[in-house]
């Protein structure tokens, strides 16, 4: 299990400095692949913990969409 949330804190972090190098449109892509990744995560979650990590992991997605597209991200997004 926590090499996947490895991998997706990594991914976080590339994302984090695409806003941060001020590159919205790579930073926004990003963010979708990593939450097409978290949506198959999910769907074959079977912890409780495992769970509770992806549910911080799409809070602090919805946040960056937020970030990067400076609106109120939409539930589904």
């Known amino acids: 299990m926590n090499s996947k949330f490895d991998?997706?804190?990594i991914s976080v972090q590339e994302i984090?400095?695409?806003?941060a190098a001020k590159q919205d449109?790579?930073?926004?892509?990003?963010?979708l692949e990593v939450n097409e990744t978290l949506d198959?995560?999910?769907d074959h979650a079977e912890?409780?913990?495992?769970?509770?990590?992806?549910?911080?992991?799409?809070?602090l997605l919805n946040q960056l969409?937020?970030?990067?597209n400076g609106e109120e991200a939409v539930d589904g997004e």
């Open 7 to 9: 991998d997706l804190k």
């Open 16 to 19: 984090i400095d695409l806003i």
């Open 25 to 31: 449109r790579e930073a926004n892509n990003k963010l």
């Open 40 to 42: 198959e995560m999910l």
């Open 47 to 59: 912890e409780d913990e495992e769970l509770r990590e992806i549910s911080r992991y799409q809070v």
């Open 65 to 68: 969409h937020v970030k990067i």
